[in-house]
């Protein structure tokens, strides 16, 4: 299967202005860019013409969950006006996060309940992980257990970076959740120890081992790969080695 290749925005929100990032990264391949909030937030139209003009598309955005539970038709308006489907909440702050199942659960019917709504406009909606959702809770479960189980109309971006920190196995995360993941962020690590970038690497130079992964892909849901880095410290060289060695494992 042809992958799309989609920049994570959040890569370089430190090196403003980001549309003038976005001639350099179709030069280098990419296909599309996923924004978070609030880089698409001030005039959603503005920001598609200008990923239009350099020849990119979105294909995801993130946005917060609340704004998918308490303003469900503006989020869905920004989708359409930004020409994707997708829609991703990709986090929740640990002063709003509960710590037993029944919390993990209601977020998980929230979900569902969002992606019913989104449905109804021809829109998705999918999870992003981080490192919390991999926490072992008091029955044995884990929250991504909860927030992917109430409904498989909720999908998933799995980012496989944030499951190694986790300490989880990405391979059995991409098995499990096949049938759900629409996106995989090719987030890597550096070696332990590592302090510099936040101890994240450029797609291929870390830890992390592609190769095994890669083969799972396409029993996937997944039409793109994400590209993404917490902290770079020259963003285009992280983007140009994580889409070249991306190129690279795909052949």
């Known amino acids: 299967m042809d992958y799309k290749i989609s920049y994570q ?3 370089s929100r430190n090196f403003p202005p980001l549309p003038a990032q976005f001639p350099r990264l179709k030069a280098m391949g990419y296909d599309a860019v996923e924004p978070w909030l609030p880089a698409y937030e001030a005039d959603p139209a503005l920001f598609r013409r200008q990923l239009e003009d350099a020849g990119l598309a979105c294909l995801g955005f993130h946005m917060p969950l609340t704004g998918l539970v308490n303003e469900p038709e503006r989020f869905f308006d920004i989708a359409e006006t930004l020409g994707t489907t997708l829609l991703i909440p990709p986090f929740v702050k640990p002063e709003d996060r509960g710590t037993g199942v029944g919390y993990w659960k209601s977020l998980g019917d929230r979900l569902a309940e969002g992606a019913q709504k989104a449905a109804r406009r021809g829109l998705r909606v999918a999870w992003h992980n981080h490192d919390f959702e991999y926490e072992v809770l008091e029955d044995g479960s884990r929250p991504i257990d909860h927030i992917l189980g109430a409904d498989p109309s909720v999908r998933f971006e ?5 499951v190694t920190r986790a300490g989880a196995d990405p391979t059995a995360e991409l098995r499990k959740f096949a049938g759900q993941i629409v996106a995989i962020q090719l987030k890597d690590l550096a070696p332990a120890g590592t302090t510099e970038e936040d101890g994240w690497a450029a797609t291929g130079d870390g830890v992390i081992d592609w ?41």
């Open 9 to 11: 925005l959040y890569s």
């Open 158 to 162: 799995i980012d496989c970076g944030w």
């Open 211 to 251: 190769p095994v992964l890669a083969p799972l892909f396409a029993a996937t849901a997944a039409d793109q790969l994400v590209v993404e880095h917490d902290n770079p410290t020259d963003w285009p060289r992280f983007a140009k080695r994580s889409i070249d060695y991306i190129r690279r494992l795909a052949a």
